[in-house]
């Protein structure tokens, strides 16, 4: 099996745990604390995603370009409404600002590449996906110091997760400040990075599948 094969292979996994991590919210609807609530609707448009992926990529445009502004937006705005309403408990005026600045940024980039400049591939150097995981860094860092500061036990419990955002969310930053050298560069190095971001993806969507699981389980026994 060539890199290409196999990175295909596991592209097709990511949707899949998606798909089950919204069919097992939704199964344990009932139990679930509100956080896991929101990462069931997670689960749900990052399907979506993968869904509207194919369909701009093989039906209506002939690439997938555009998906990684419409990803990253609507990735940023889920994690505002997720930190603002259900993690941070105090109100973090600056933050919220920077959030909505960086969703405001994400738009201004996608207008000016694909209406305003058109789509140069060759030229293709988003920052989207970085500002998206910058915003989100920062909201994660504001809640860790806002657990560790108030030593709130029912606060702990998200603290796992918060770290796993923090991990990925870091990484995936590193795999995205390169984009343009990796979509085209010739000699094949690129398929094994996109093998390794696929891979983190999937770690890190069926973690939060399993995180859903067991707060669904706990919650009904």
């Not at 960086?102 to 030229?123: N, P, W």
Request: charged fraction near 10%; glycine fraction near 6%.
């Amino acid at each position: 099996m060539t890199v290409i094969e196999f990175s295909k292979l596991l592209a097709n996994l990511s949707p899949l745990i998606s798909c089950i991590g919204m069919v097992t919210g939704y199964m344990f609807r009932k139990h679930l604390n509100p956080v896991y609530k929101s990462l069931t609707v997670y689960c749900a448009l990052m399907l979506l995603m993968e869904l509207l992926n194919n369909l701009f990529g093989y039906v209506l445009l002939g690439n997938n370009m555009i998906m990684l502004h419409i990803y990253s937006l609507t990735e940023l705005a889920f994690m505002l409404y997720l930190f603002k309403k259900h993690l941070l408990r105090q109100r973090h005026i600056a933050l919220t600002l920077l959030g909505f600045a960086g969703l405001t940024y994400i738009v201004a980039e996608m207008l000016l590449i694909f209406v305003f400049e058109g789509l140069d591939v060759k030229q293709f150097q988003p920052y989207a996906k970085v500002v998206d995981n910058f915003v989100i860094i920062l909201f994660t860092l504001a809640f860790l110091n806002e657990t560790m500061a108030s030593f709130r036990e029912k606060q702990w419990g998200n603290l796992r997760l918060a770290m796993v955002f923090l991990a990925f969310f870091t990484l995936n930053t590193l795999f995205f400040l390169p984009f343009n050298f990796m979509v085209n560069e010739g000699s094949g190095i690129k398929f094994y990075f996109w093998t390794g971001h696929i891979v983190l993806v999937i770690c890190y969507y069926l973690y939060i599948t399993l995180e859903i699981w067991k707060n669904g389980r706990t919650q009904m026994l």
